[in-house]
């Protein structure tokens, strides 16, 4: 338990040999140190959640998301730490809140960084239907692209087309109602197209010459309908419509499930709205929420820190700061005091070494020289 203790308080940033002393201070500092420490836990998860679907596919992505994880969540636990613990209880509370006011933006900012990954694995299900939905609506828009193009580009052939087609088959019912004639020209029917004459007489050859043609016709047609499909078919391959299908259920599963970071914070997105554009407030309420929940959690110790009245600890922590201060002070001027010293000694030093040379050498040359 004693152990915990001393982590959560240094979780918390606080000057361990100082709280020490001041019991009534100890419950206060392991909740900020404890919030702190499970804000980073949080950011751990959060981040690795959001890493391994970076990386999702790879055969590393899980060692990947767990590095990212440790050192996202190690960050934010440093930086909470500090935001806390600089945080001190001198001024008024306007001050202070003055003071927090940065830390505060930041620890907002930090709350939503860390909600979004978990509001993704929350709402998972709800996401993959909508990517499912998104996928398949945009296999949709493409074929009906690819479609148009295809139609707006050999408009004229397909036009070519649909004539022989359509005179293909009037040409069909009118060498059916020829044939029909035919017989009843051969058969004596006496109708206002025959004769009524019995046998295969001057009638009947006309009758047949005209179906001859109709036919001959008819051969021309076909084939040239043929040779127009078979074109546009190798058009449809070509200009790639063929190739495109619409996805199939396990397909639209599988698309779902290896979805990437921005795709499925689209979708969480647009859970928030209706397939007309409205608000689904439900939906929307809940995922600000969690969102609201995170960043509450993340600016808990900040607000915990400035809540919290001057306990004998924050002024214990601002006399050592002034100690503190002062020892640096007093330090400064026996460095200061002792670089003098020491440039005084060795600026006599260097007289007195420059004296023994000027000696040396005058000495040097009054024995080399004679004045009589």
Same mark, same amino acid.
């Given at each position: 338990?004693?152990?915990?203790?001393?982590? $959560?308080?240094?979780?918390?940033?606080?000057?361990?040999?100082?709280?020490?002393?001041?019991?009534?201070?100890?419950? @206060?500092?392991?909740?900020?140190?404890?919030?702190?420490?499970?804000?980073?836990?949080?950011?751990?998860?959060?981040?690795?959640?959001?890493?391994?679907?970076?990386?999702?596919?790879?055969?590393?992505?899980?060692?990947?998301?767990?590095?990212?994880?440790?050192?996202?969540?190690?960050?934010?636990f440093n930086m909470d730490r500090y935001i806390v613990s600089s945080i001190n209880k001198e001024g008024t509370t306007g001050q202070q809140i003055l003071q927090a006011s940065p830390r505060i933006l930041l620890a907002i900012m930090i709350g939503?960084?860390?909600?979004?990954?978990?509001?993704?694995?929350?709402?998972?299900?709800?996401? =993959?239907? *909508?990517?499912?939905?998104?996928?398949?609506?945009?296999?949709?828009?493409?074929?009906?692209?690819?479609?148009?193009?295809?139609?707006?580009?050999?408009?004229?052939? &397909?036009?070519?087309?649909?004539?022989?087609? @359509?005179?293909?088959?009037?040409?069909?019912?009118?060498?059916? =109602?020829?044939?029909?004639?035919?017989?009843?020209?051969?058969?004596?029917?006496?109708?206002?197209?025959?004769?009524?004459?019995?046998?295969?007489?001057?009638?009947?050859?006309?009758?047949?010459?005209?179906?001859?043609?109709?036919? /001959? =016709?008819? @051969?021309? %047609?076909?084939?040239?309908?043929?040779?127009?499909?078979?074109?546009?078919?190798?058009? *449809?391959?070509?200009?790639? %419509?063929?190739? %495109?299908?619409?996805?199939?259920?396990?397909? &639209?599963?599988?698309?779902?499930?290896?979805?990437?970071? /921005?795709?499925?914070?689209?979708?969480?997105?647009?859970?928030?709205?209706?397939?007309?554009?409205?608000?689904? $407030?439900?939906?929307?309420?809940?995922?600000?929420?969690?969102?609201?929940?995170?960043?509450? $959690?993340?600016? &808990?110790?900040?607000?915990?820190?400035?809540?919290?009245?001057?306990?004998?600890y924050d002024v214990a922590v601002s006399k050592l700061t002034e100690a503190n201060l002062h020892y640096a002070e007093r330090d400064k001027e026996r460095?200061?005091?002792?670089?003098?010293?020491?440039?005084?000694?060795?600026?006599? /030093?260097?007289?007195?070494?420059?004296?023994?040379?000027?000696?040396?050498?005058?000495?040097?040359?009054?024995?080399?020289?004679?004045?009589?």
């Open positions: 338990m004693r152990k915990v203790t001393r982590f $959560f308080w240094f979780c918390s940033g606080a000057h361990i040999e100082t709280l020490k002393k001041y019991p009534l201070e100890h419950n @206060k500092y392991v909740g900020i140190g404890a919030t702190i420490f499970f804000t980073a836990l949080f950011a751990s998860l959060s981040g690795g959640y959001a890493m391994y679907f970076v990386f999702n596919g790879d055969a590393f992505a899980v060692g990947f998301s767990i590095l990212f994880g440790l050192l996202w969540g190690t960050a934010i939503i960084v860390i909600s979004r990954p978990l509001e993704l694995k929350i709402f998972d299900k709800e996401i =993959r239907q *909508k990517l499912r939905s998104a996928y398949l609506k945009g296999q949709h828009n493409k074929i009906d692209t690819l479609q148009k193009t295809y139609n707006d580009k050999y408009a004229m052939e &397909l036009a070519k087309n649909a004539d022989l087609k @359509k005179e293909k088959d009037s040409l069909e019912k009118d060498i059916n =109602r020829s044939r029909y004639q035919l017989n009843q020209e051969v058969f004596g029917d006496k109708t206002n197209q025959t004769s009524g004459i019995v046998g295969y007489g001057t009638y009947a050859k006309q009758k047949q010459d005209v179906l001859a043609g109709k036919e /001959a =016709r008819l @051969k021309t %047609v076909t084939d040239n309908a043929e040779k127009m499909d078979d074109y546009l078919s190798q058009r *449809k391959i070509y200009e790639g %419509v063929n190739d %495109v299908k619409l996805f199939t259920g396990h397909q &639209l599963d599988s698309l779902s499930a290896i979805a990437g970071f /921005a795709d499925r914070n689209w979708a969480l997105g647009q859970l928030t709205y209706n397939e007309n554009g409205t608000r689904d $407030f439900d939906t929307y309420m809940a995922v600000s929420f969690i969102a609201y929940l995170f960043i509450l $959690f993340e600016c &808990l110790p900040v607000f915990v820190k400035l809540m919290s009245p001057r306990g004998p460095e200061m005091n002792i670089t003098d010293s020491l440039y005084d000694h060795q600026l006599d /030093a260097d007289k007195e070494r420059r004296r023994h040379i000027i000696s040396g050498q005058s000495a040097h040359d009054l024995g080399r020289h004679r004045y009589d």
